[in-house]
């Protein structure tokens, strides 16, 4: 069992930059890769991040490749998106979760509760 508790979210300017962690309970959390995902109001919640389990690995949705980067701590059992650069369109919903696969934009069996990013233009 792993429990996922996501921050670092809020309201910033277009150009700006914003780093979420996700911090994960459990012994477990290096055995995990980690992603991130995010939902905007009416639309589907779509893949954005994952890192392999030593980190060293990692794999982007096209829409944020080269302004999004995802890293973890395992001594830390954290995960952290650092993104610049961000557009009004990045404005979501943003969630970690853990899988036991990678890569994968699917296959993830822990979920965080969330938090909230918004990009003012």
């Known amino acids: 069992q792993v429990q996922l508790v996501e921050s670092g979210g809020g309201l910033v300017q277009a150009g700006g930059s914003l780093r979420l962690s996700c911090a994960a309970s459990?012994?477990?959390?290096?055995?995990?890769?980690m992603g991130w995902f995010r939902q905007a109001p009416g639309k589907e919640r779509e893949f954005v991040a994952t890192v392999r389990w030593t980190g060293g690995s990692t794999y982007y949705a096209d829409s944020v490749k080269g302004r999004f980067t995802i890293s973890r701590d395992n001594a830390k059992n954290t995960v952290y998106l650092q993104m610049n650069n961000l557009k009004p369109e990045d404005t979501a919903v943003y969630y970690c979760?853990?899988?036991?696969?990678?890569?994968?934009?699917?296959?993830?069996?822990?979920w965080g509760q969330g938090t909230q990013v918004t990009v003012s233009s």
């Open positions: 459990g012994r477990t959390f290096s055995s995990y890769a």
């Open positions: 979760a853990a899988s036991k696969s990678f890569p994968t934009t699917q296959l993830y069996d822990y």
